[in-house]
């Protein structure tokens, strides 16, 4: 049995990595698509419309479903992906302080992938 300190921690982690990563990072993307799509980066090869489009479903999508505790271990898979490749290849070249923050982001949705949404999400189902 957790204790409530642990399920308390694992709250302020999914609010906190979710939160900062919608209204910071995915929010701004969403409400400007149109504008910069076409000049987003690609970094594996797949379009700048679609490479912002799948930044956006983890930033604005899964970011939601983690604050909220749905599918939290689900949710937290294209966050890692996606802070994967901010990291490790679309700041490869640029000076560590550049990959920090995707490396924060990653390690934040490693833990929850690990530990799931906690006693107090929404969604209490085998991926959480």
């Known amino acids: 049995m957790k204790a409530v300190g642990t399920d ?8 906190t990595a979710g939160g900062l990563m919608l209204f910071n990072h ?12 076409a000049n987003f980066p690609d970094p594996i090869g797949l379009g700048s419309s679609l ?4 930044a956006i ?27 994967f490749v901010a ?5 490869w070249n640029d000076p560590w302080a ?5 490396l924060l982001f990653m390690g934040m ?8 949404g906690g006693r107090y999400s929404l969604y ?3 991926t959480n």
């Not at 701004?28 to 504008?35: P, Q």
């Not at 479903?57 to 802070?83: H, K």
């Open 26 to 37: 995915g929010w701004g993307k969403l409400m400007n698509f149109s504008e910069s799509s």
């Open 98 to 102: 550049k990959k920090e923050m995707a």
């Open 57 to 83: 479903f983890s930033e604005v999508f899964c970011a939601a479903l983690v604050i909220l505790g749905i599918a939290t271990r689900l949710a937290s898979i294209p966050l890692i992906i996606t802070m």
């Open 51 to 54: 490479s912002m489009g799948l």
């Open 109 to 116: 949705y490693l833990s929850l992938l690990c530990l799931g």
């Open 124 to 126: 209490k189902g085998k």
């Open 8 to 15: 308390i921690g694992v709250l302020i982690l999914r609010v």
């Open 87 to 91: 990291a490790f290849i679309f700041h």
